[in-house]
């Protein structure tokens, strides 16, 4: 717990001198960092009110990169559709048989 008061700290202290480089959602050295980078310029540019209007694209594109909710909503729908046919009959099995625990 401690570490993260000084990751805090560190934040706060690095973040004093220059806040637009602050991190909005804490994504350094993580495979979204493109869009936030992107994001952040745009809200640097327009400003954080007017930004939320006309950056709207970049942030709806790093809540789906760091989310994923469209990739989730569209496995969730493929299950329902699998879990109903083989309620209907049209499937023999539900799901794919899983491979062998020691496949190597």
Same mark, same amino acid.
């Given at each position: ?9 560190? !934040?706060?202290i690095v ?8 991190? /909005? ?6 495979? /979204?960092?493109?869009? !936030? ?16 209007? !006309?950056? !709207? ?6 809540n789906e /990169? ?20 083989y309620k ?17």
């Amino acid at each position: 717990m401690i570490w993260a008061f000084f990751a805090f700290i560190h !934040e706060v202290i690095v973040n004093v001198f220059d806040p637009t480089a602050a991190t /909005c959602y804490g994504t350094e050295k993580h495979y /979204c960092v493109n869009f !936030e980078l992107r994001m952040i310029d745009c809200l640097e540019a327009y400003g954080m009110y007017k930004g939320m209007k !006309e950056c !709207e694209d970049f942030i709806t594109d790093i809540n789906e /990169c760091l989310w994923s909710l469209k990739s989730r909503k569209s496995v969730f729908k493929v299950r329902e559709e699998l879990i109903s046919q083989y309620k209907k009959g049209e499937r023999k099995d539900c799901f794919a048989k899983s491979p062998l625990f020691d496949i190597y």
